[in-house]
């Protein structure tokens, strides 16, 4: 139902988060019913692509992405906050993606631990929480100055992005060249 963390106390509707303060990622197990439920993205590795998205916050704290990001927040207008932040997400994701590339070279017991259809769950999880596509279902229309996590089309293409390389090298969603990734 709720839980408590050094970022304050928070319900299920919150969804799984990263909190820095802690360094923890908290998990709402009944997510994975909703995304399966309420948006068809179904299967494991769709719920592993949201914990490789929250582990990535974690990744961005290790690497000073946090603070940096806390300094921004002190010289700018929320407004312009909330396109920062929508980059840090679209980072996440990409790393999520970095993750999913790592797991394409793995094996367990011999087997690879991707199986067919594994990135395809993450790229269709993606593309239905993105927020136009959530904001588009509940309300019928899109508030693009609202967004927190970017539209389901960037999700994918820095999920895909990070699948590709791999590498941090690649993952820049801050320079203004990014934003030519759709």
């Given amino acids: 139902g709720s839980v408590s963390s050094a970022c304050g106390t928070a319900n299920s509707a919150v969804g799984p988060f990263y909190c820095p303060g802690d360094q923890k990622v908290y998990l709402d197990l009944s997510f994975q019913e909703e995304l399966a439920q309420n948006f068809g993205a179904t299967g494991d590795f769709a719920m592993a ?10 990744v961005q704290y290790e690497l000073g992405i946090s ?3 806390a300094r ?10 909330n ?19 790592y797991l394409a070279n793995e094996t367990y017991n011999g087997k690879p631990i991707l ?7 993450a790229i269709y999880a993606a593309n239905q929480i ?3 596509t959530l904001q588009k279902q509940a ?8 967004f927190t996590h970017g539209t389901s089309s960037q999700r994918v293409a820095w999920f895909q992005r990070g699948y ?12 203004e060249a990014s934003l030519d990734l759709n």
């Fill in 49 to 58: 692509y949201v914990i490789a998205h929250e582990v990535g916050h974690h």
């Fill in 83 to 101: 396109q920062y932040s929508v980059r840090l997400e679209l980072q996440a994701d990409y790393l999520a993606g970095c993750f999913a590339k």
């Fill in 164 to 175: 590709q390389y791999g590498d941090l090298e690649h993952g820049d969603t801050f320079s």
């Fill in 67 to 69: 603070d940096q990001m």
């Fill in 72 to 81: 921004i927040r002190q010289r700018v207008s929320e407004k312009e906050y």
């Fill in 115 to 121: 199986e067919a259809g594994d990135i395809e769950e």
């Fill in 130 to 132: 993105g927020d136009d």
């Fill in 139 to 146: 309300q019928g229309y899109v508030v693009p100055d609202s």
